[in-house]
């Protein structure tokens, strides 16, 4: 039987539709939470996920803003821009939109964001509040992953989750989160040995690779939940056709645009898996959710307000 297909496109309209509920009522309270983003130069792909935060921003009523410092801004020149957003009260997150261009110090400018307008959930001090379970802020995507488990009722304490892939924006803040939440945890990577087996051991596989369609139905369980994160793209017609025969919707689509998305996961693992997210409307959707999630948490906890 085909696996239970994971929504993440209905899931994150359900966390948008409650994020601008809570953003009507802390407007009302006189707190009307405030999102800066800052897009370095031109990035093609940087500017189309910028511009679906800004719009997602205005749809649940946050206040936003965006920065668009030239390609050729300096270190210096950004750190001044992040100062002035930390020191702003109407600003409650920011977030440095990656990949910065090459001359750039990332991990300086990341540094300096203030960890309560961290967003993104990337500054080491919350890292640190994630692995010790104190109140901070979440990485998008990761946050958006557990979203899509709980909202569709997985259970997760005691299970074996087995999370492939150890970056530091989503692996390593997934496999935390897991772990907060009593699964079986364990991290691989391109080291790894035998991965198929290990993975077969998962009731919960994610897989956060950047490998199009590298899991097969070898590296899973027969009924294991499996939340792809991975996002490729094929333009070649060989390409498509190693994963795709066969799927006339999907071909049209392919046909009129000379592209797809695929996860990390192969298509044919829906006929093993018990559940699984689909790409593209699984994690991705989510992740802009989660961020707009994110800046009322932040405009909460820097107020000193439960969030
Ligand atoms: P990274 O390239 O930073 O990390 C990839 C990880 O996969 C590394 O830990 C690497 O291991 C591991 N890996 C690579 N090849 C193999 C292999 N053959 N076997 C086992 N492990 C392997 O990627 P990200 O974490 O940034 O992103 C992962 C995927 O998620 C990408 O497709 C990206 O596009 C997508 N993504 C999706 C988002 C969304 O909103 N849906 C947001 C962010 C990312 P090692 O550490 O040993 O090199």
Known sequence: MPARILDGTKIAADIRAEVSARVKSLTAAGIRPGLAVVLVGHNPASEVYVRGKVKSSHEVGLYSE?????????????????????RRDEIDGI????????????????????????????????????????????????????????????RIAGQEAVVVGRSDIVGKPVAMLLLNENATVTVCHSKTRDLPEVGRRADILIAAIGRAG???????????????????????????????????????????????????????????????????????PRTIAMLMSNTVKAAMLRRGLSA
């Open 95 to 154: 977030l440095v939109q990656l990949p910065l261009p090459s001359h750039v110090d990332a991990k300086k400018i990341l540094l300096a964001v203030d960890p309560a307008k961290d967003v993104d959930g990337f500054h080491p001090m919350n890292v640190g509040y994630l692995s010790t379970q104190r109140p901070g802020l979440v990485p998008c995507t990761p946050a958006g992953v557990m979203e899509i488990l709980r909202r569709s009722s997985i």
């Open 66 to 86: 965006q920065h668009t410092p030239a390609e050729t801004a300096t270190t210096d020149e950004l750190l001044a821009l992040i100062s002035d957003l930390n």
């Open 214 to 284: 590298m899991i097969t139905a070898d590296y899973v369980k027969p009924g294991a939940t499996v939340v792809d994160v991975g996002i490729n793209k094929i333009t070649d017609r060989k390409e498509f056709d190693r994963f795709f025969v066969g799927d006339k919707k999907r071909e049209e689509a392919f046909l009129a645009k000379g592209a797809t998305l695929i996860g990390d996961v192969h298509p044919e693992v829906t006929e093993v898996a018990g559940a699984i997210t689909p790409v593209p409307g699984g994690i991705g």
